[in-house]
């Protein structure tokens, strides 16, 4: 079970950092990534971190705004979210995947829940 926690209300050009915590399952078997929805928007490819946490990959929106990392030890992924824009207003969910580092939502085999983050003017 993930279980995605960090949302929040912030004004535009601020951060949140977004964790998502696994019981159950070890972070350290699987690659973990993070997507976004917007009302009446598909499902958008956030960032995705490898099973070591030694590769990351962040979606043409993000680069250079967003970081992922990872803490196997505490069987958590973090996603720091900076320089937010209005654009970034959406529901976050994490998901992890058994093989590869997908940047697809279909290459994920485990979601968690959501957590809403609000980006104001």
């Known amino acids: 079970q993930l279980q995605a926690s960090g949302g929040g209300l912030v004004q535009t050009g601020g951060s949140l950092r977004l964790s998502c915590a696994a019981s159950g399952r070890t972070f350290s078997r699987y690659s973990t990534g993070w997507f976004r929805q917007a009302p009446g928007k598909e499902r958008e490819f956030v960032a995705a971190i490898s099973r070591s946490g030694g590769s990351t990959y962040y979606g043409a929106s993000v680069k250079g705004r967003f970081t992922i990392s990872k803490d196997n030890a505490k069987n958590t992924v973090y996603l720091q979210m900076n320089s937010l824009k209005l654009e970034d207003t959406a529901v976050y969910y994490c998901?992890?995947?058994?093989?590869?580092?997908?940047?697809?939502?279909?290459?994920?085999?485990?979601w968690g829940q959501g957590t809403q983050v609000t980006v104001s003017s």
């Open positions: 998901a992890a995947a058994a093989a590869g580092v997908p940047s697809i939502d279909k290459g994920y085999d485990y």
